[in-house]
């Protein structure tokens, strides 16, 4: 979803369709988690609108605040729409500019050397206030210098035939313009209009038209990577500008040899002669990416191509600038192309390397493509003709515009409880050091990169917005994050949404399993617990026993008429608890262990985040019992089972964040204390507990982190409720202690394994390569300077279980072959 404050856009977040809708709490939520900082630098951004009062930073009267809406005059501008041979595309495009909210002045439909009348009877019998042009020369940029001769008003937009824009984009574009007269272009965000092929969520996947949310203001100086400032879908322009550094170079972009690389070119050209770009996400369009791979693939190899194009024709046109293009075809090959391909492997979804490749070989390809190029312009010129606009020689129109040698830093104050203006007279500075004053007192200072440009009140919004955003965050995230989650729920009536879901998951039936091997006595401790949780749900008391032929466990549930017994043979934590989860009947199912104790509200607060529909597994603190013996006290120091005192959500975005690590679901607590919903383990990407993991089993653990891995690989959410607490009884002597820390080892590079092997996530290896035997050679160096008590013994019982885990992961697969075949 693309989250968009009063207009604004904001960023990028995901949430999961259940049943067919999105639930309004998962929403806030995920706004929250993802994009907190984003909304509460536009809060800090409108608010700057007016004044500073004394409490209007204040969160409360940011997220209150409304601004004045604008009454003045903006200019006029003129929507160009350069085509060819693509009339379906066209007409989406179209329909979509005759809706703006602020009417275009002109709509100017440009058909480049068409090799029918089908556009030109498109425009004339569908739209009849759009003018059409027909441009014989073949070419983007003959195009659109064609469109900057026939406009007729102070801005020119661009956009292409594929693309929808949005209602608000002709406006965006004129305020700005209108705000800050020094701006001579403009770009916007180009967003996918739709992610339905295979090749559109690759596209995206790569990187797409994407440049950040924030508005960026270029002046001159180090914009050699123009592919960062935006894209030709979306660019305007004060139309005036290309009276002095000449219009769009013929040789280059769609339509040409070169295929690609025009608006970079300007871009840099409008750079290097001293304009100022700026980069506004409010002027948003939307993209209908290639829907064919092939298309696709030909798409990368034109960017490849006219990226090295670009390059050597503006080395060309400015010959003081080789140098740079040289640092940036190396920066290119080097962090672009290689790293980027190398780090592919890491990554967890699948990532489109052969668009990698594609613009590697249009880049090999652009020395040729840049000859063809240029004599294929020239020889259009010659038959032809060229008009004003048409940019074809090979030196700069103007003499080169350098800030390199200007020193002078220009000091100015700000008084923030008075409206804002601009700052005009900086036209001999490079930057300026603006000194802030809250009613006459110093509150901070800034320096801003000016390059003798005028600092307009809009870029003066965006510093101070820097400025104070970073403060309001520090040490009041989370404060900051759930006020902002009230206000939302109250505004958007989703607390009555949410009571209609809380009081729905209330009522739902739940089913605790509780899977025991001959403990009576901790059974029986268990069991009385359970016995007294205030809770006015049905809930449902499985006891596994998984070793009936022992005869210990019937006689302890046979105490408790609530609870109901069942057995399963095949001896695993694994099994137990699959032979449970199939015989419940609870539309959440609970797994606790016989030797915990729970508080009478436990259940009730380990089922609260339920009443999120995206939720799908919760777990709780588990804490220690007692610590009475050596081995306790050092099972704690082992680091225990719970998970500490902070709540933590976990779900897709989380997954996929952990770039170079092994994803570390053990962090998200464990199944001695945890709720899952019951379809999770019907679900064709998750499914039941896996049998080879486990205690009772060779490998000993991990059966409850490779369940978490596969619920966030699905793009669910794990709840972390430290709230939802309880005791366990851990091993009393060390004897038993090493047992447990040698199975722990074990499980944990077996769950590693799996991930790796089944999975194909190489994050594993790294972890099992780097970060495990990092963490216990720092264990061995912490025990030689004494600089703990945990024994030397234990810490080689973690490395041989380390080296056993795979080994361990064999020998359990083995033995679940043998047992289902059995039950076969």
Known sequence: MLVRLCGTPLGWTTVPVIDGHCDPRTLISALRRDLLEPLVRELVHRRLAEPLTDDALAMRSLLAFVPASREDTLPGVTVAVCTRNRTADLAFCLDAIMAMSLPAAEVLV????????????LVRERYPGVRYVREPRPGLDWARNRAIAEARSEILAFTDDDVIVDPAWARAIAELFADAPDVHVVTGLVAPYELESGAQQDFESYGGFG????????????HHGAGRFGTGANMAFRRALFDTIGGFDPALDVGTAADGGGDLEMYFRVLQEGYLLVFEPRALVRHRHRREPE???????????????????SADRYPRERRQFR???????????????????L???????????????????????????????ERIARESGSGRYDLLETTSARKERSWNGASAVAVRTIELAAPLRGIDDIDAARAVQLYLLRDGRPVGTIEVATQGHPLSIPQLRDTLTDFFTPQLLLKRREAVGEEIERWFADQYAAASSAATTHERARLEPVSIVVATFDRPDDLRACLRSLMTQVTVRDADIIVVDNHPASGLTPPVVAEFPRARLLSESKQGLSYARNAGIGASTGAIIVATDDDVIMPPDWLEKLLAPFERDDVMIVTGNVLPAELATRAQQLFEHYGGLGRGFVRVEAGGEWFGSWYREAVPTWQLGAT???????????????????????????????????????VLAAGFTIVYEPAAW?????????????????AYSK?????????????GDTRALFHLALTLPKWQIKKLVRWMRRSNDYPLSLILTEIAGNFAGPWALWRARQRARRLDAADV
């Open 747 to 759: 499980g944990h590079v077996a769950y590693h394994v799996k991930t790796w092997t089944r999975y």
């Open 295 to 313: 298309r696709l693939r030909k798409q990368m190899r034109d960017w490849g191509k006219g990226l090295f194009v670009y390059m050597r024709r």
């Open 672 to 710: 001695a204390n945890a709720a899952f919903r019951a379809t999770i383990f019907w679900h064709p990407r998750i499914g039941m507990l896996d049998p080879a993991l486990g205690a009772g089993t060779p490998t000993g653990c991990s059966e409850d982190t490779d369940l978490f891995y596969r």
């Open 211 to 222: 440049r950040g949310f924030g508005r960026t203001w270029h002046v001159a100086g180090g």
């Open 110 to 121: 440009v058909d480049n050397a068409p090799s029918s009348d089908d556009t030109e009877r």
């Open 726 to 742: 309880v005791w366990h009884h851990h091993r009393r002597d060390m004897r038993a202690l090493r047992r447990q820390i040698y």
């Open 347 to 377: 990554r967890t979804e699948p990532f489109p390397r052969d668009l990698i490749v594609q613009e590697v070989r249009g880049a090999l390809q652009s020395r040729r493509a840049y000859r063809d190029a240029v004599r294929g312009a």
């Open 327 to 345: 640092r940036l075809r190396g920066w290119w090959i080097r962090r672009y192309i290689i790293r980027r391909y190398l780090l592919s492997y």
